[in-house]
């Protein structure tokens, strides 16, 4: 990840180690950019360059943040796609009696999204995204964020299976599954761990045998978020135990609905059941539905895996940057020990760390998309957003705990969302891989240090 920096527009050009400030920053495109200032000009040898003939190049102090004509098309049309079609806030619980009512409203919103072409920007446009650059993935985010618009219910879908499919699946797959992905016709799930398989899920069991032109699969799997309401899993199996485990694994796109398959869900700390335990009994899988090489399924989990880290960081960024200015916005209004939280030395502290994390976060978010945008299947730097986001929130709620205080426990304030969040934020450094894990993977593959085991 060395040397690679933001690199929409701008050219960088050396200056002899020469730091300059950027002096000329307006547009609407500051918003998405501006958190790469300080980055750059106080940790990089390099100035910005711009390619806008308008703009002064003397003195070399020069940074164009303006969009261009095309990004300011695109900026113009999704904002105001958003604005006529961002549905009002979903009222009503969101507990799991009435998650079908919520299941709807999200279910019925990405379709809308779809329709519109503005469900997975960043896919290839045969595949129904629009091939979109880095900068367009941060005007919409920026966007999306700005119009406060539901979230997408097939997440693992958009940001773990389809961009694995769109990386090592035939064609055929692609046509097949990535429109419905995209549409939420079909939910995915990610059937990978087991009770004795999960940090190292390349010792999974759950065993598939060739019969004909199918795959008969048995076993268990545990912790699948929303294989409840999920049609479709992909679901890592062994099809050859006589080879070393990582050798001997196959990757099968399963449909759910399959005669053999039983989900129950699992209760957690929050009261919710998002996950599930998922056993399957003698269920048939066309051999057609293998992602990926029999038994090379190790690559595909590992493409998943990258993709999981670090498509999930870019997508949290707008969820924890409402949840921190609503809190911000709440610590004025409650007080502490007389007077409001924003004004206790303590709360003010911890507030302005947050802000900070978060625009760090931002920034690797960037960075991240930078490199994404010249490889199909990420590396490393979705285990250092991993690490960031999952830590950054466990803090960014206790922090919401202090500021609030009672009121944070209550399920009449901000509809009970300050308590799920601090218990829910516990989960955060266990799933889509530990942080002992991704801090593994940083010390392997960015510091090069030797394996742990
Ligand atoms: C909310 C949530 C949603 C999830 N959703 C899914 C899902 O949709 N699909 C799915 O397949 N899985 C899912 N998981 C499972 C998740 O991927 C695993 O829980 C995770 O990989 C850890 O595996 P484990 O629970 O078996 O813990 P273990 O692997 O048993 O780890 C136990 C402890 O040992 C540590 N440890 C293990 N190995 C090492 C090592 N080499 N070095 C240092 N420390 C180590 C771990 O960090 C951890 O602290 C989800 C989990 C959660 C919490």
Known sequence: MSGHIFKVRLQIVRQGGTQKRAKK????????????????????????????????????????????????????????????????????SRNEEEKGAYFDYLRNWQGKVYEAGWASISWPIEYGGR????????????????????????????????????????????????????????????????PNAG?????????????????????QKIWTSIAHYADWSLLLVRTDPTVPKHK???????????????????????GEASFNEVFFDDVRVPVINVLGEI????????????????????????QFKRNLDRLISRSHEIKRNGKPASQDTLIRQKLAQAYLELEVFRLTV???????????????????????????????????????????????FDEGQWVFNYLRSRANTI???????????????????PKSY
């Open 431 to 449: 799933e889509a891989g530990t942080s002992e894990i991704q801090r593994n993977i940083v010390a392997e593959r960015v510091l090069g240090l």
């Open 248 to 270: 001997g694994i196959t990757a099968l796109l399963v449909d759910m609905h399959s005669p053999g398959v039983t989900v129950r869900p699992l209760k957690q700390l929050t």
């Open 366 to 412: 960037m960075r991240a998309l930078s490199r994404m945008q010249d490889q199909i299947i990420p590396g490393p730097e979705g285990s250092i957003l991993k690490l960031q986001w999952s830590e950054l929130n466990q803090r960014m709620q206790q922090t919401a705990m202090e500021a609030l205080g009672p009121h944070a426990q209550l399920h009449s």
């Open 199 to 219: 940090s190292d899920v390349a010792s999974l069991s759950t065993k598939a045998t060739l019969d004909g032109d199918h795959f008969v699969v048995n076993g």
């Open 25 to 92: 920053a307006k547009g609407p495109g500051i918003l998405s950019l501006l958190p790469f200032l300080p980055f750059l000009c106080s940790t990089l040898p390099y100035y910005l360059k711009p390619n806008f003939e308008n703009v002064s190049r003397h003195q070399g102090e020069i940074m164009d943040l303006n969009l261009t004509p095309d990004e300011q098309q695109f900026r113009d049309e999704l904002r105001a796609w958003l604005q006529a079609n961002v549905p009002q806030p979903y009222v009503g």
């Open 131 to 194: 091939g979109a650059a880095l900068i367009e993935q941060a005007i919409f985010q920026e966007e999306w964020m700005r119009a406060e618009a539901p979230p997408l219910i097939n997440v693992l879908g958009l940001s773990l299976i389809g961009p694995t499919i769109i990386a090592v699946g035939t064609e055929e797959q692609k046509r097949r599954f990535l429109p419905k992905i995209l549409s939420a016709e079909e939910i995915w799930c990610q059937g990978f761990s087991e």
């Open 295 to 318: 038994n090379k399924g190790w690559s595909t989990a590992i493409a998943t895996l990258m993709n999981e880290r670090a498509h999930l960081g870019t997508g949290v960024y707008i």
